[in-house]
Structure formats: structure tokens, C-alpha cells
Nanobody
């Protein structure tokens, strides 16, 4: 599976962005998928995940109620709707595919994150105050 993230940009606090991850390969629908982010000087961290069917989702506490993850397996696409953005959301956002469980992806340690099977190139999100 090859992944490509897009949709990042610069917004003011309180604004919204919609990230898109486009996948190629026939096995995209077999994997749970997730968004991670990495701010300068920090480890890559989990943001949100959804199962291979898209029937369950997990969110980091810092984004609950503001971000929504969704997938369209027919179109090989993953989305992240981000609302009420704050400067703390500034980071490079990455989409990833691994395993089948959204819950497992949400619990990955930093060491396990490094071993995720498929990554897309990141997209920069910058939120100004």
C-alpha cells in the first residue's frame, strides 16, 4: 500500500482543515488506518485511527470532540476533519496503515510506531494564534 497525505496548510486558531490520505494498492481496505503527527523536537504521536471497515474509531484525548476520522474504501481514501484548531495542533501529519484494529493502533508505543508497515509522506499543519 502506498499512501499520500495532503490538505495541510496554515490557519488561524479556531479554524478548520481537512486532511486527505490517498492510497494505492488493492489491499488498502484490509488495514486499519490512522493519523499521527510530529511537532518539532517531539516524538511522533497518535492522533486518530479507524478499523479496516471504518466501523470503529479511536482518538487521542487532545483531539477528541474536535477531529473526526473517516475512510472510504471504495475510493481508497482516508480523511481527517480538524475543527477548533489550536497552535498546539501544529505539526506534520502522517497517515499510516497497519494491522486491522483501530484500538491497537491507538495503543502503540513510540517503539512500535517506528515499526508501522505503511506510511505516507507528511503534510504540514500550522495554526497561528
Amino acid at each position: 500500500v502506498q499512501l499520500q497525505a495532503s490538505g495541510g496548510g496554515s490557519v488561524q486558531a479556531g479554524g478548520s482543515l481537512r486532511l486527505i490520505c490517498t492510497a494505492s494498492g488493492r489491499t488498502f481496505s484490509s488495514y486499519a488506518v490512522a493519523w499521527f503527527r510530529q511537532a518539532p523536537g517531539k516524538e511522533r504521536e497518535f492522533v486518530a485511527s479507524t478499523s479496516w471497515l471504518g466501523t470503529s474509531a479511536e482518538y487521542a484525548d487532545s483531539v477528541k470532540g474536535r477531529f473526526t476520522i473517516s475512510r472510504d474504501n471504495a475510493k481508497n481514501m482516508l480523511h481527517l476533519e480538524m475543527n477548533s484548531l489550536t497552535p498546539e495542533d501544529t505539526a506534520v501529519y502522517y497517515c499510516a496503515a497497519d494491522g486491522t484494529s483501530s484500538q491497537d493502533l491507538a495503543r502503540y508505543t513510540p517503539e512500535r510506531i517506528q515499526k508501522i508497515t505503511y506510511w505516507g509522506k507528511g503534510t504540514q499543519v500550522t495554526v497561528s494564534s
